[in-house]
């Protein structure tokens, strides 16, 4: 169920609010609805977004498909654009901000790890920074304010349980300027090589990547027995 709803963005963004997390303004449609009223939904964008908008299948994942659009042409070609990996769009308000991610660990009582922080050169995060240029700093931890990454924790483990997750989530933050937070989104299956953000963080909060795969058999363990007590 975590990663179901993990992995569709509008769905996740739903459960976000309604367990209060605060988010970005954010819009959604299906191809369909798009393809009747392409004009209706250019301006409902611009009425309750404002430049610069970043356009996403809700279904996917490594940036595939997102693009950022600064006028209304830019807008309708990266709906077309994003139209061909998914059925169902998201488009959301751009915001100057940190990206803060932190990782989460447990089933019904998870514990966060230290805060990190990704500078990439790129416009956002895309798939070539992610993946094949080399040009994105992860910096662990993340230089912040006692009281924004204590704000942090409580909304990563408030993420976590919104969706109902298990064994491990990473969740993203947009920090701004004066340290306001909003949520981004979560993975429910983030990358896992000894170089990648969630075993990182939990590396910096003293848990060994040996130790952290250690600790996810065991949740899986805790939750399978719990679930066979169940009747059925």
Avoid at 7 to 26: H, I, N, R, T
Avoid at 85 to 107: F, H, M, P, S, T
Wanted: charged share 20%; net charge negative.
């Amino acid at each position: 169920l975590g990663s179901s709803t993990g992995m569709d963005k509008v769905v996740m963004k739903q459960l976000f609010e309604m367990a209060g997390l605060p988010q970005l303004p954010y819009i959604h449609f299906i191809q369909a609805e798009w393809q009747e009223n392409q004009e209706v939904i250019l301006q409902q964008c611009e009425d309750n977004l404002t430049y610069p908008m970043y356009v996403k299948p809700a279904n996917l994942g490594s940036s595939v498909g997102i693009s950022k659009a600064q006028t209304r042409e830019e807008l309708s070609q990266a709906i077309e654009f994003a139209l061909k990996y998914d059925r169902k769009i998201v488009v959301e308000q751009g915001v100057i901000a940190r990206e803060i991610e932190l990782a989460v660990l447990g089933n019904d009582h998870p514990s966060v790890s230290v805060a990190g922080e990704i500078k990439s050169v790129s416009d956002f995060y895309d798939y070539e920074s992610k993946y094949a240029d080399g040009s994105t700093e992860l910096i662990i931890p993340a230089k912040l304010a006692n009281h924004t990454y204590l704000s942090l924790q409580t909304m990563a483990k408030k993420a976590f349980k919104a969706i109902d997750g298990s064994g491990l989530v990473r969740a993203d933050f947009f920090v701004t300027a004066d340290e306001t937070i909003y949520i981004n989104e979560v993975n429910t299956l983030p990358g896992f090589t000894p170089v990648s953000m969630y075993p990182l963080l939990w590396q910096k909060t003293d848990v060994a990547y040996t130790d952290l795969i250690d600790r996810l058999i065991a949740l899986a363990f805790e939750r399978h027995e719990q679930k066979q007590k169940l009747q059925f």
